[in-house]
């Protein structure tokens, strides 16, 4: 039994759209970024089977071998998506650290007012232990 590079790019995307369902239905994925993956899972599964279409954009873009087409889309969609996440790393790490210094604030605040109340004394020389 032979198997082709077109059964096996729709078998490996069909496969690939189960598991993106799978991790939404189990909340392991959220939903805005499952639309990424569902569409190029459908994108991969219409060029692995509709192979007219396939060679059709393999040759406009001057592709020898049109399954390769399949494969560099993969690639370039990885690459794209790695650019995304880097956004959005870099946007909360932006924001952790502007969450870290209100926190500071807050606290030298809570220290500034616990000793005005308390007559010089902190939260932390006020308590004591109970056994």
Do not use: C
Not at 25 to 40: A, D, F, G, N, V
Not at 95 to 101: C, E, G, K, L, Y
Not at 112 to 122: F, W
């Amino acid at each position: 039994m032979k198997i082709d590079i077109f059964f096996f790019a729709a078998l490996f995307s069909l496969g690939f759209l189960i598991v993106v369902l799978e991790f939404v239905r189990t909340k392991k994925l959220k939903e805005q970024y499952s639309l990424l993956w569902l569409l190029i899972g459908a994108v991969m599964i219409i060029l692995s089977l509709w192979r007219n279409l396939l060679n059709l954009v393999a040759h406009w873009l001057g592709i020898f071998y049109a399954p390769s087409l399949l494969f560099m889309l993969g690639i370039l969609f990885s690459f794209a998506l790695i650019l995304h996440y880097s956004v959005i790393i870099s946007k909360l790490h932006t924001q952790n650290v502007r969450m870290a210094q209100e926190i500071g604030i807050l606290n030298k605040k809570i220290e500034d007012l616990s000793e005005r109340v308390n007559g010089g004394e902190t939260v932390e020389n006020n308590t004591t232990d109970t056994v």
